[in-house]
């Protein structure tokens, strides 16, 4: 049985290989740390949510919110606000349907929740 860390592995490669090319002018660590950040925000009271749930909008909303925290006062900040922020509710949309395909998945997100924040 594979462990959280290969199905995160497999997790973010099945995020990389769906997003728009836009993805290659940030470069595959910085739009895939975006991933965590996301999952941070997942809140139990998606549990019964569908694809288009507002829950996931406002989520996308605030992960905008903290790329821009991040990014901004860096060097080329606005650059990488613009490109990340394009690149947010297409990662949220596609975390969404890998949530919503298999409760397996929806347990390895409250694993990978807990030991974010251990």
């Known amino acids: 049985m594979p462990s959280p860390a290969d199905d995160y592995a497999r997790l973010e490669q099945w995020v990389w290989s769906r997003l728009p090319p836009s993805k290659l002018l940030a470069g595959r660590r910085r739009v895939l740390d975006l991933v965590p950040l996301a999952i941070d925000r997942w809140s139990e009271d998606m549990a019964g949510a569908t694809a288009d749930a507002p829950a ?46 298999s409760s397996d998945h929806k347990q390895l997100f409250q694993t990978w929740r807990s030991e974010r924040r251990a």
């Open 56 to 101: 996931f909008s406002v989520m996308a909303d605030s992960l905008r919110q903290d790329v821009r925290r991040i990014y901004r006062g860096r060097r080329y900040g606005s650059f990488w606000i613009i490109v990340l922020s394009s690149l947010v509710g297409e990662i949220v949309r596609l975390l969404v349907l890998w949530w919503l395909s």
